[in-house]
């Protein structure tokens, strides 16, 4: 009986193992396929890359026409006025301890305001000398319903002489609301004038440009 082993099954070994010439030519289409799919892949990228792009310039575009609409609209819409005006009238210091309370009123005449008055209250430190630091509200009002409210801010200051009689009077207010031919204006105003104490009179003009 012949042994088995003695003689090895070389035909199983050629069916599992492709001949030679056989791999390469896997390995060869192998490398064709991604040879084919590797351009196709990043063509399909770049394509969603410009169309995600276009889209998003047409989602940008129309948002940025309308922020340019609402800048140039704005700034249409705002106008530079020329402010004046010149009152004279009564006024009243009480003065307790170093606090002095101001009461005025006063007639005149502003530009766009027209013929009118003006009001106004404060309070002063007369401990600072020989310039007394003051502020307040007041409003002057015209014709109709012509009228602007305002402020009188920190640094605005009246200088007396030596006798403590005659005082000049220099500051700015903030304009606080305006109605009438000044609705809407807002800014701030230059004023100086002059205040007697011993007549109890006052004399004052105010200047600048307001935005409405």
């Known amino acids: 009986m012949e042994r088995l082993s003695s003689y090895p099954n070389t035909g199983s070994r050629r069916a599992l193992t492709p001949p030679r010439g056989d791999q390469h030519t896997m390995q060869d289409m192998f490398l064709a396929r991604l040879n084919r799919t590797g351009p196709d892949e990043g063509a399909r990228e770049k394509g969603d890359t410009v169309r995600i792009s276009r889209v998003a310039f047409a989602l940008a575009a129309p948002v940025a026409a309308l922020a340019l609409t609402a800048g140039t609209a704005t700034g249409s819409s705002s106008k530079i006025v020329v402010f004046a005006a010149s009152y004279s009238g009564t006024a009243t210091v009480t003065v307790t301890d170093t606090v002095a309370d101001i009461s005025a009123t006063g007639t005149g005449k502003a530009t766009q305001l027209g013929a009118g008055k003006i009001t106004g209250v404060g309070k002063g430190d007369t401990s600072a000398q020989p310039c007394v630091p003051f502020t307040g509200p007041g409003a002057m009002t015209g014709t109709g319903k012509n009228k602007l409210t305002f402020k009188v801010v920190d640094g605005s200051t009246g200088c007396g ?20 031919t000044l609705a809407k204006a807002r800014g701030t105003l230059k004023f100086t004038g002059v205040y007697d104490r011993s007549a109890g009179t006052f004399t004052v003009k105010f200047k600048g440009k307001l935005t409405q």
């Open 161 to 180: 002489d030596e006798a403590g009689q005659v005082f000049s009077i220099s500051g700015k207010a903030t304009v606080v609301k305006g109605t009438g």
